[in-house]
């Protein structure tokens, strides 16, 4: 079993920047691949970026490219979302998830942490 919790969340001026954490404990960090997906009311969750267990990196959505950055600091057992050039359309729910690093299913989730980016 993992523990995910997730911190970094908040309001900010479209523009502006956040730094999303997850922490994760329960299984050796670095046998998890790692992810980032977002939910905006009404809609579906999206993936935003995964990060692999010795730090490859593929981005979801083509609207984060570029302002969006995933890392992992596997001595901390933490996974990062650093976003950048924030727009009103990024507000969502972000949602921490880890899967073991040969399924391809995402088993553990965290709580989620509200973005909100006013206009």
């Known amino acids: 079993q993992v523990q995910l919790v997730e911190s970094g969340g908040g309001l900010v001026q479209a523009g502006g920047s956040l730094r999303l954490s997850c922490a994760a404990s329960?299984?050796?960090?670095?046998?998890?691949?790692m992810a980032w997906f977002r939910q905006a009311p009404g809609k579906e969750r999206e993936l935003v970026a995964v990060?692999?267990?010795?730090?490859?990196?593929?981005y979801g959505a083509d609207s984060v490219k570029g302002r969006f950055t995933i890392s992992r600091d596997n001595a901390k057992n933490t996974v990062y979302l650093q976003m950048n050039s924030l727009k009103p359309e990024d507000t969502a729910v972000y949602y921490c998830?880890?899967?073991?690093?040969?399924?391809?299913?995402?088993?553990?989730w965290g709580q989620g942490t509200q973005v909100t980016v006013s206009s």
């Open positions: 998830a880890a899967r073991v690093f040969w399924s391809s299913n995402y088993d553990w």
């Open positions: 329960g299984r050796p960090f670095d046998s998890l691949t």
């Open positions: 990060i692999l267990r010795h730090g490859g990196t593929t």
